[in-house]
């Protein structure tokens, strides 16, 4: 017998209880005014951004930008933790007779050692790391590219690196004049023609704008912009397969040079990905990092030379990232400029004939509305803006090669001729011509003319580096406990990519960061108590 359908329930009801309902949430919605009411209604501040005309916005968006990398990273290395502590975990339940005192080696071999020995590499001094970094890129390279910048090919030469390439045994040093563009093309190619008559020499010009690893970008149809395009990628890559060719078997491709050469930017030119950190700041590469192109070449990503306190003034301001820190920014700014054409550089910063650099500080101070409390120019304000100006990869100078060609001291025409051996020259010669023609580089009228200070001597040896001043040591204390984020390491199936030293030991030897920024942030903080102290709150907030 079928059951009955069983009605559902009905929600009909007296208008009176209806009523009384509506009421009751009348009541409850006005008591909520009431209390909101009391209380002061607070809306989410908007951040207001940073205003196109604050000094130093550029700097203070990438140091937004850089602590923003951090936390990035600092995440990601907590998720590979993470990871390896449940592969460590479920090794141990299926071999229960392993103990985990067999296990820790590995770890510590990737540089994930145990936590009582991160006070070591704390108190060790970061330039010495770098050096014992360098030496294992330099030892580990079949190929070395010293790359250059090409508005001061000579000054980004380091003899005391290149000799301990060469005593190396049989390892290639090939050059790389990268910021081409930055350049005329007469001083491009008279460069060119002096630094092959010595070592193989190729013309690039890296790539800006790249895809990070792993995001999806909308692709839009537009030309690409002149930083956008890569210039000399197809020659260097020619270079390097007819090596491994000849060379029989896989090879490592070691990339070094001074700060803000352009390294890592090269390496993601030639991965077409942005698989290195970059950034205008000096020294973000702080140890070795092995990129996989394919399955034979390997590059390997180095940090940066360490300069010696012995070289002059302009050359400690241009190559080393602590200079303007342990320079006086006056000092190391008057020093560039003593080696430029003052013509060019008035009409390059748009400001009236000088007769000093403090007549030229004060004028530009005046020009961009640097000012300290009471009117005065801000005289330390305009030398770090021209100084992080010259150290960027915007303003094109350029300096002229010497009248005649005289081999380096440490390289004779044997070793010349070793160097070249397993290369086409001949390709790379077309490459390169190809090259120059491609790239537009700015004009000569336009451009300021540099007084090069000659090769720029380098430490690689631990022993030689000065030890701190107790002042600096203090501040690096008080910095570890606030970097607690690694070298990005990158790890994928189908590649091999990983990073060799500690991340954590890394950032704990992460030099001072640019005074220049902190400057920025003190001089926009004071600007807006004074004006407009209620409307903005410009903290460390967006750093």
Request: aromatic share 6%.
């Amino acid at each position: 017998m079928k059951r009955p359908k069983l009605k559902k329930a009905s929600k009909r009801m007296t208008c009176h209880k209806r009523y009384k309902i509506q009421k009751k949430v009348r009541e409850h919605h006005r008591k909520l005014r009431k209390e909101a009411k009391k209380r002061g209604r607070k809306k989410p501040r908007k951040d207001p951004g940073v205003p196109n005309s604050a000094p130093f916005k550029e700097a203070l968006l990438r140091e937004a930008e850089l602590r923003k990398q951090r936390l990035e990273e600092l995440k990601h290395q907590q998720k590979l933790d993470r990871q390896k502590e449940q592969e460590k975990k479920r090794k141990l339940e299926t071999n229960p007779g392993v103990k985990p005192s067999n296990l820790e080696p590995v770890k510590e071999e990737f540089g994930q050692g145990k936590a009582k020995d991160k006070p070591k590499s704390g108190k060790q001094n970061p330039k010495k790391l770098y050096c014992q970094e360098l030496k294992k890129v330099i030892e580990a390279s079949d190929v070395v590219l010293e790359v250059l910048d090409a508005r001061d090919p000579l000054g980004c030469r380091c003899p005391q690196v290149e000799e301990a390439i060469i005593q190396g045994g049989q390892k290639k040093l090939v050059l790389v004049l990268n910021k081409s563009d930055l350049v005329p093309k007469e001083n491009l190619e008279n460069w060119l023609n002096y630094l092959k008559k010595e070592l193989p020499t190729v013309v690039f010009r890296a790539s800006t704008n790249l895809k990070d690893k792993g995001k999806i970008v909308k692709v839009r149809k537009r030309a690409p912009f002149k930083s956008e395009v890569c210039v000399g990628k197809d020659g260097l890559w020619k270079l390097l397969r007819g090596f491994q060719e000849a060379y029989g078997k896989a090879i490592q491709v070691g990339v070094i040079g001074f700060p803000n050469v352009g390294k890592s930017s090269i390496i993601n030119s030639l991965k077409q990905e942005r698989i290195c950190n970059v950034g205008v700041s000096m020294g973000l590469t702080r140890c070795m990092q092995v990129v996989s192109l394919d399955k034979q070449i390997t590059v390997l990503d180095s940090p940066s030379f360490i300069v010696s306190p012995l070289n002059s003034a302009s050359a400690l301001a241009l190559r080393s990232p602590a200079s303007i820190e342990v320079v006086k920014p006056v000092e190391a700014a008057s020093a560039i400029l003593s080696q430029a054409d003052a013509r060019q550089v008035v009409l390059k910063f748009t400001v009236p004939d000088f007769k000093n650099a403090l007549e030229f500080f004060t004028s530009l101070a005046q020009r961009r509305g640097l000012h300290r409390k009471g009117g005065s120019p801000n005289l330390e304000g305009a030398a770090k803006l021209m100084w992080s100006e010259w150290t960027g990869a915007s303003l094109a100078y350029y300096c002229h090669p010497p009248t005649s060609w005289t081999p380096s001291p440490h390289i004779n025409e044997g070793i010349a001729t070793n160097m070249k051996q397993g290369l086409n020259l001949e390709e790379l010669e077309k490459n390169n011509t190809h090259s120059v023609h491609t790239i537009r580089g700015p004009r000569l009228a336009s451009s300021i003319l540099f007084q090069s200070s000659g090769l720029t001597n380098g430490i690689i040896e631990e022993k030689d580096i000065p030890e701190e001043l107790p002042k600096q040591k203090e501040k690096q204390q008080q910095e570890e406990g606030e970097d607690c984020s690694d070298q990005e390491s990158v790890e994928e199936a189908g590649e091999k990519s990983s990073d060799v030293c500690g991340a954590e030991e890394a950032w704990e030897a992460l030099p001072e960061e640019s005074q220049a920024d902190e400057s920025a942030l003190s001089y926009i903080s004071d600007k807006m108590t004074e004006e407009e102290d209620d409307a903005y709150d410009f903290s460390t907030d967006y750093v």
